[in-house]
């Protein structure tokens, strides 16, 4: 079936060092796959997303790579800093429905 | 602000109960997406409505339905409430005009929902 699996659940560095969280799916109708950043008790933010004809995307500080070959997409952030700690989820879109299949989410935290 | 609106924001009710939850999609968007959160399962895909039919359905129990309104607006309806439905419970949109290219989904509030 459709699935998602994320690595670490859990990953904490020093500020202004990076962090890396990568995901692995399984449907290979999947072609959209967004990353979403939630605070404690808040929504799900989209933070970036990349689309299946495209291999890598940059916003600033954060960046994605997808390898369909493999069905691996990664975040990477550069520079950490404090506010970005929050729990990242990656998720896969089925492209005939629209449906987001998350990961079971990364708690990132980041010292000061 | 995503535009996504979700009453109520939180809700407190007994086990055997029925609650109903609310979400106004962003204006435009004609697909709805219910989601659940509990502590331990991350976010779990329920239901996706478009334009009022039911596109696609996930790990959706039985007491539990959807739907959506000639405004776009939907509902979700959760029925014998048990403890374990506790969790929040979100509501999302997107066009639903472009799916085969990747469609953004935009997250509402959520709605807090604890079973006692």
């Known amino acids: 079936g459709e699935n998602v699996e994320q690595h670490p659940s859990t990953l904490s560095v020093q500020e202004g060092d990076s962090a890396v969280i990568k995901c692995t799916y399984s449907d290979s109708a999947s072609n959209y796959f967004p990353w979403y950043k939630q605070e404690l008790g808040k929504r799900p933010q989209l933070i970036i997303d990349i689309r299946s004809n495209v291999g890598e995307k940059k916003d600033q500080r954060i960046a994605v790579t997808l390898n369909k070959t493999a069905k691996h997409f990664s975040l990477h952030i550069t520079e950490t800093q404090p506010e970005d700690s929050a729990v990242y989820f990656c998720?896969?879109?089925?492209?005939?429905?629209?449906?987001?299949?998350f990961g079971q989410g990364t708690t990132l935290q980041v010292k000061p | 602000d995503s535009g996504v609106t979700q009453t109520p924001k939180h809700l407190i009710t007994a086990t055997g109960q029925r609650v109903t939850l609310r979400c106004s999609p962003r204006s435009g968007d004609l697909s709805v997406y219910w989601y659940q959160q509990s502590l331990d399962q991350g976010l779990q895909f329920l239901i996706q409505?478009?334009?009022?039919?039911?596109?696609a359905k996930g790990n959706i129990l039985e007491r539990f339905s959807a739907q959506q309104f000639p405004d776009l607006h939907s509902e979700l309806n959760l029925s014998s409430l048990e403890l374990g439905d506790s969790a929040l419970y979100f509501c999302a949109s997107s066009s639903g005009t472009r799916v085969g290219l990747g469609e953004t989904q935009y997250f509402g509030p959520g709605t807090r929902l604890l079973v006692l």
């Open positions: 409505y478009y334009n009022g039919e039911e596109r």
């Open positions: 998720a896969a879109s089925n492209s005939n429905t629209g449906k987001l299949i």
